[in-house]
Antibody, heavy 124, light 107 residues
Framework: DVQLVESGGDLVQPGGSLRLSCAAS????????MAWVRQAPGKGLEWVAN????????RYVDSVKGRFTISRDNAKNSLYLQMSSLNVDDAAVYYC?????????????????WGHGTLVTVSS | DIQMTQSPSSLSASVGDSVTITCRAS??????LNWYQHKPGTAPRLLIY???NLQSGVPSKFSGSRSGTDFTLTITSLQPEDFATYYC?????????FGQGTKVEIK
């Protein structure tokens, strides 16, 4: 089956660090841009970070720049999110998502595969 | 950043009804607009990409359209499995922002 499975979510104190992982199966991660998206309790979806196929291009939402690092290990078919200096606003379910692209008529990008998410709780 | 204003934030409808959800972009995004369905505890699901293209495997009861910077998602003949939260997302420029979501509830 084609799927993404996140892990690593936990309860962490403000100021702490955490590393999330996303294991891909059924397809080659190395062929696709990947992303992390989060959903805070009672809130909507928020894009967090993107990474290109070889890890040379990384982009972040302003609120996590300098604190979060997205990375990948294509040999392990895995995506990661290293989070540091966590604050209560970072508490959320974090989803791993695969970017799909079509160029049939025009070029469109979209998340065509998502994981079920992993919960990050930030509390003292 | 491009702001996506989605409305309504929630709606109540009955099984068999049709509903329409609207998303407005703060600037031109051409047709780089996606729609997702999300149920609690599950992975979000892509419904529509490029404003009006139905993702493979998604039933034709879902449709999308564009008029300038206004986008609509229409769901016909609502069934129990369609009650969920729906999000639009612009994929024209990073950050790829989402709308606030529309929760479709059973009346």
């Amino acid at each position: 089956d084609v799927q993404l499975v996140e892990s690593g979510g936990d309860l962490v104190q403000p100021g702490g660090s955490l590393r999330l992982s996303c294991a891909a199966s059924g397809f080659m991660l190395s062929s696709f841009w990947m992303a992390w998206v989060r959903q805070a309790p009672g809130k909507g979806l928020e894009w967090v970070a993107n990474i290109n196929q070889d890890g040379s291009d990384k982009r972040y939402v302003d609120s996590v720049k300098g604190r979060f690092t997205i990375s990948r290990d294509n040999a392990k078919n895995s995506l990661y999110l290293q989070m540091s200096s966590l604050n209560v606003d970072d508490a959320a379910v974090y989803y791993c998502a695969k970017w799909g692209e079509t160029t049939v008529t025009s070029r469109y990008w979209y998340f065509d595969l998502w994981g079920h998410g992993t919960l990050v709780t930030v509390s003292s | 950043d491009i702001q996506m204003t989605q409305s309504p934030s929630s709606l109540s409808a009955s099984v068999g009804d049709s509903v329409t959800i609207t998303c407005r972009a703060s600037q031109s995004i051409d047709s780089s607009l996606n729609w997702y369905q999300h149920k609690p505890g599950t992975a979000p699901r892509l419904l529509i990409y490029g404003a009006s293209n139905l993702q493979s495997g998604v039933p034709s009861k879902f449709s999308g359209s564009r008029s300038g910077t206004d986008f609509t998602l229409t769901i016909t003949s609502l069934q129990p499995e369609d009650f969920a939260t729906y999000y639009c997302q612009q994929a024209s420029r990073t950050p790829e922002t989402f709308g606030q979501g529309t929760k479709v509830e059973i009346k």
